[in-house]
């Protein structure tokens, strides 16, 4: 972190326009890349638990979490990117007044967050979380609600992503919108099960879940979804995985 002016005022200006020009460089470095628009943004939690199912939550308490494992978002709007760096200047006012109170040593009340397997969805606190780290944290205290989902969470995050990207895809195919509800479901119907059932048949389940499974054909999704080249090279890669 750049040292401290010893005007906090000036150093939390600093702070945010730090964040945002982040922000933009990775927006530049996507597009350069041609990456789908989606890539840097903030996991939605409506989208992860439709997709795996709410099964029931528990209520946990006051925790110290890592930083690192805060992935995600219950809001709707996106003011912040999927690292926490903020996509606009609208929240400056706002991100500016909480930073500053916070390095004038002023109390600052923990997020709140649901949790999914191991990562973490802000219900409330994004700025804090955001200015946390800016500043370099490695932890902030949450209140943190467990959910626990019918499909097993481990790979969640991967398993988000590769929803948002077939979501990008079929809108761009379909030319019209869906909103989160929609694709969640078309996704579970038109891809996972037809996916997961033709791995069975292909004997490419091995001794983990089905979400695992799927998600290792995810990670050949450039190969085998969008040029549909089963190739041998491609399916023993598979098999390997699974033993």
Excluded: C
């Excluded at 597009?31 to 840097?40: F, K």
């Excluded at 029931?56 to 690192?68: C, Q, R, V, W």
């Excluded at 040593?105 to 969805?121: A, N």
């Excluded at 048949?201 to 089905?210: C, F, R, V, W």
């Amino acid at each position: 972190m750049p040292a401290e002016t010893g005007f906090p005022r000036a150093d939390v200006a600093d702070d945010f326009q730090r964040a945002r020009r982040h922000q933009v460089l990775a927006q530049l470095a996507q597009r350069l890349r041609r990456e789908p628009d989606d890539v840097n943004l903030i996991l939605p939690f409506d989208d992860v638990v439709a997709a795996l199912g709410l099964r029931g939550e528990h209520y946990l308490g006051l925790e110290s979490i890592k930083l690192d494992t805060v992935v995600g978002t219950v809001d709707s709007r996106r003011d912040f990117d999927r690292h926490f760096r903020p996509t606009s200047s609208r929240v400056r006012e706002r991100w500016e007044r909480l930073a500053l109170a916070q390095k004038r040593g002023e109390s600052i009340p923990p997020i709140d967050v649901y949790r999914i397997g191991d990562l973490h969805f802000v219900k409330d606190g994004h700025h804090r979380v955001s200015i946390a780290i800016a500043s370099g944290q490695d932890t902030i205290d949450a209140y943190v609600t467990d959910v626990q989902t019918l499909m097993p969470a481990t790979g969640i995050k991967e398993l988000g992503e590769a929803v948002e990207a077939w979501g990008y895809r079929y809108i761009q195919h379909a030319h019209r919108f869906f909103d989160r509800e929609e694709i969640a479901r078309l996704w579970y119907a038109e891809e996972f099960r037809p996916v997961v059932r033709m791995l069975r048949e292909a004997d490419l389940i091995g001794s983990g879940t089905d979400a695992e499974a799927y998600q290792r054909v995810a990670r050949e999704r450039y190969r085998l979804m969008r040029t549909h080249e089963w190739n041998d090279e491609v399916i023993e890669r598979l098999r390997r995985e699974i033993r």
